[in-house]
């Protein structure tokens, strides 16, 4: 039989609402590059290249931009939150506010 001190919910730390106007333009600016970086990389290779290139860079940005998604959540998410889901505007919040504003 397990103790009442055994049983506990671990506390889930909300996400951080950066505050200052520099914190929120940085948080936008990461969060509009992972939601529209692979749109923008594709229709530049469209622009300059050809269109079967375009679908290759496209393809690779996907991943590129996954691999950079992942590193962003991981270094600035808590360890103990990382399996739960995160959007990008929660994850460029979390990352600004870890990395670049260490607001109280």
Known sequence: MSSMNDDFINLIEPTPIVKTKKCRILATVVRILL???TV???LIA???Y???IAIAALLLSFIIMGIIRSKLR???IPL???EYHYNDDAIAKWYVARTFCEES
Do not use: E, K, P
């Open 35 to 37: 939601q529209f970086g």
């Open 40 to 42: 923008v990389i594709g």
């Open 46 to 48: 469209w622009y300059m």
């Open 50 to 52: 050809d269109y079967f």
């Open 74 to 76: 991981n270094s600035a």
């Open 80 to 82: 103990t939150q990382q």
